[in-house]
């Protein structure tokens, strides 16, 4: 198979969604806020009730486009959802939504650039080190490395669809790691969203610090220790280091 190489051909799916990324900043960063919601929910619940299956599709479409371009204001986008959805409706919703906006993503950076960079850390880890230990070891325990890049609220949604797709790691994993990695913390806005009308009723602002509360961080840093437990079990055993 002849090696990939670097080329600004290549990279152009890249390339667009940066720049449409960058115009969407400027353009959209007003509409994607909650004074946005506020001052509109009222035409945003009268066109839902008016087509219900129109604005899911919408919401849905509008996430995507949110999250493939890694526009700012995604937190907001799915506090309107739970808002005009409900919670359950809208936390399944937005996973779906998000995780075909991340593979968008994912896929354009791996066609573009990921490939080729990867064939060259592969190239520089077959001569040892560091570099090969970190290439064996995401590739051992791939599936418990990104759930934790996913569950773990301090690693940035966007880094963790383009780190992956520089490491070479498939597909399939990224894709599953991804819809359910994601699915606590936006069951827990999705949540908060589906308040948000009586926060409207006294004009208020939603209190984002409830989602550090132990009730909605207890269970997600339980599932952070399920996805690491693999990798503590192999290396106490001695078998493998993390």
């Known amino acids: 198979m002849a090696s990939r190489v670097l080329s600004w051909r290549r990279a152009l799916p890249l390339i667009a969604i940066v720049l449409a990324g960058a115009v969407g900043v400027v353009m959209l960063s007003d509409y994607l806020s909650f004074e946005a919601l506020r001052t509109h929910r009222e035409e945003l619940i009268a066109f839902r009730d008016r087509n219900a299956v129109l604005a899911g599709a919408i919401y849905m479409i509008a996430y995507v486009v949110v999250v493939a371009l890694s526009l700012p204001g995604a937190v907001w986008v799915t506090l309107a959802g739970g808002f005009l959805f409900g ?7 937005t996973v779906v939504a998000a995780t075909v906006g991340a593979t968008i993503l994912f896929l354009a950076a791996k066609t573009g650039l990921g490939d080729a960079l990867h064939e060259r850390l592969v190239a520089q880890a077959r001569e040892g080190g560091l570099l090969k230990r970190i290439e064996a070891g995401l590739h051992r325990n791939e599936i418990s490395v990104l759930l934790l890049i996913r569950l773990v609220p301090a690693v940035p949604f966007f880094v963790a669809n383009l780190a992956p797709a520089f490491l070479g ?3 399939r994993n990224f894709v599953l790691t991804t819809f359910f990695g994601i699915m606590p913390g936006t069951a827990a806005f999705a949540w908060v969203g589906s308040g948000l009308g009586e926060i409207f009723d ?25 996805a690491l437990l693999p990798l503590v079990i192999r290396a106490l055993r001695g078998r493998e280091p993390l």
């Not at 939603?206 to 220790?225: F, N, Q, R």
């Open 87 to 93: 919670a359950v409706p809208a936390a399944l919703m």
């Open 169 to 171: 790691v498939k597909l």
């Open 202 to 226: 006294r004009g208020g602002e939603p209190d984002l610090g409830i989602l550090l509360s132990w009730p909605v961080l207890g269970p997600i840093l339980g599932l952070c220790a399920l």
